[in-house]
């Protein structure tokens, strides 16, 4: 593939490219995983309820090594923007082998972590030895699962962001009629789609290490080369560990608002486990914006183009808003009509829509903080951003759910501490994106 030339040109049509296949690939990923939940809803709420009610667990454990693989991408695309050959096929080399490390780590892990973590988060009795039983198969795939993120990251340094696209279309399709078969006619339930998606991620993984086989020499993989390069490491983990700590904090507030929400029931439980599909569908445009902002800016800021860095940032800030903002006021105008996909249980639908009302409807707000974090994680800077949004995601939540929840003790009110955090903590993350911008340029002028 013909590399994305990132320093050079027009940018609004460059990072469009870039982003739309980004949030087409997690879309796509989450549709099947929300085929997941409407599929084994067949077998009743409480198999809903604990596939549904496991995300917040399932990340907690992968979001560090997720973050990791950010550092991985910032780290390429300096290199890129730096015309370093040499480097960046060593980093490639060593982030292979990490991603590997990284997924059996988990793996063993989460087999253990898991039921304890549940009980912890309060998950219904009718429910846990489900959510347990689905964990356990789910993070049997987590080798698979690292090496297609860590592989998407390195082609995303080149500007190629299709190609994870075509894994996630091939293993969704495989996905879906997995569940189909495994749920509708063997009657598997939950185990069913545990196995499905396992052997769905084994096939995006299978496909991605074909294509870092055949991807142009700068990126190729050559298993001769696999080791780790302790200068390339320590440069990812430097800007990825602080990245993977936000997202698993961040993961740790919903835990706990899930285990606030496993305390209204498991119609509750599988409520907002259907509503939260259409959060993911609109975080997806944040998240593809940031990712973008990241690559733009780590290649721009590795040549020295302080100018395109700027304009980079406010472009990622005014696409996003218009992308999060028109599918989520789409999604919140046709409720009711949505929610019907995942289930027809009218006290299931109850929670749900409070939900989309109080939640959804403003998930363009997380724009401000994750493109602003990425563009700082582009120049190197990772941790001020991870400090903050530990700060709003975590601290500001507990304090929600521990001193105001309780005042009324709805579900309507602890729905909300999603938007007041989100508030909160983009305004802080914006200014320090232009204190940590003006230092950044400083010290690069100083150097060069």
Known sequence: MKQTDMLHGPLLKKMIMFALPLALSSILQQLFNSADIAVVGFAGSEAQAAVG?????????????VGI?????????????????????????????????????????GQFIAPPLLRLMDTPENVIDLAVLYLRIYFAGMPFIMFYNFGSAILRSIGD???????????????????????????????????????????????????????????RLDFHMLGIKKKHLLKVIKIGIPAGIQGMVFSLSNVTIQAQV????????????DAVNFEFFTYFITSAMSQTVVTFTGQNFGAGLHDRCKKIFRLGVLIGLIGTGIMSISFVLFRETMIHFFTADPDVIHFALIRMLHVELFTMLPITYEV??????????????????????????????????????SFELLMD???????????????SYFI?????????????
């Not at 496993?262 to 509750?268: D, K, M, P, R, W």
């Open 53 to 65: 009610g496991n995300n917040s667990v399932v990340s907690l454990l992968i979001n560090l090594f």
């Open 69 to 109: 693989s950010v550092g991985a991408n910032v780290v390429l695309s300096n290199y890129i923007g730096q015309n370093r050959k040499q480097d960046v096929r060593e980093a490639v080399h060593t982030v292979v082998v990490l991603s590997v490390v990284s997924g059996f780590a988990i793996l063993l892990l």
């Open 161 to 219: 962001t299709a190609k994870p696209v075509y894994c996630m279309m091939v293993s969704g399709v495989l996905n879906i009629g997995l569940n189909l078969l495994l749920v509708l006619v063997f009657n598997m339930g939950v185990a069913g789609v545990g196995i499905a998606t396992l052997v769905s991620n084994a096939v995006s993984a299978a496909i991605m290490l074909v294509f870092l086989l055949r991807a142009d020499e700068l990126i």
């Open 262 to 273: 496993n305390g209204f029931g498991s119609n509750a439980v599988a409520g907002s486990a």
């Open 372 to 409: 602003s974090a990425g563009a700082m994680r582009g120049m190197g800077y990772s941790m001020l951003p991870a400090i903050l949004t530990i700060i709003g995601t975590c601290a500001l939540r507990f304090g929600w759910v521990y001193v105001v929840f309780p005042l009324n003790n």
């Open 417 to 431: 501490v999603y938007p007041v955090t989100w508030i909160i903590t983009g305004a802080a993350v914006i200014i």
């Open 436 to 448: 940590v911008r003006r230092r950044a340029f400083k010290k690069f002028a100083k150097a060069a």
